[in-house]
């Protein structure tokens, strides 16, 4: 069997009369098929690519991860407890030694007064003496109106049934008194009850006074006790004035009780 004999290329009229392509003539649609137009020239697309970075280009791109914050370690918050313990107690030395310094400016401004001194060697039995210039007949008037009427009796906290009935009878006069404090204006508070059923107060002490009305039933002389309820500070010193003159009690605790001896002359 002969080998295969390479076939001649044409020569001559057979090259001649192959069809030649115009380089200067456009190409028909049919010439140019279905290829996509070749990227222009210098463009990023021009440079063949990969089918693996042609996967990443389609995919959307990631944003960078945000850094999480890194957490406190144990030594900057142990920074921060101690710091806030030496605030802590750096405002409360500076609370006390301010409340420490007024509080020490209130109680000389007390115990420093001239009256103070007559609170704390004031006798006991020393008697509040009334006379008849202390009747106030405005008050006696407005109280039987009241009790009258059924309404609360002026100048009193509360009143027994008893009282009222006497009130309302006629049978009561009211005599006015000045309670004050002697001493430094410290905010002290004191209550007056009676024998004969009648509370006045509390009420506050103050330099300018309180006037307060106590009810005789009959001309009778009731026993009358002064309660401290609160004190402001150095003690509750509390002066009652009437036309007989100044009454002084002693230096009492908050709570404390002391009897109000009166005269009627």
Known sequence: ????????RPQGPELEQRPRRDLARPLDDDEIGTSDPAPPVGSESSYPSSPASGAAAARPARSAPVPE????T???GSRNVILALVVAMLLAVGYFLVGQGGSSKSLASETESPAYQKHKLANPAARM??????INPQATKAAVEAAKAGQPIPGLTSASPELVNHIAAGEVEFYSVRAYDTCAEDGDWITITSSNGAKLGSVMMTNAGTTMTIPVVNGQVPDLNLIADRDGVGGVTVGVQTSGGVWYS?????GQMQPLPLTMH
């Open 250 to 254: 002693g230096v009492l605790a908050p």
């Open 69 to 72: 914050p890194e957490p406190q």
């Open 129 to 134: 003496s009334l006379s008849r210039a202390d």
């Open 74 to 76: 144990k030594s900057g």
């Open 1 to 8: 069997m002969e080998p295969e004999r390479p076939r001649p």
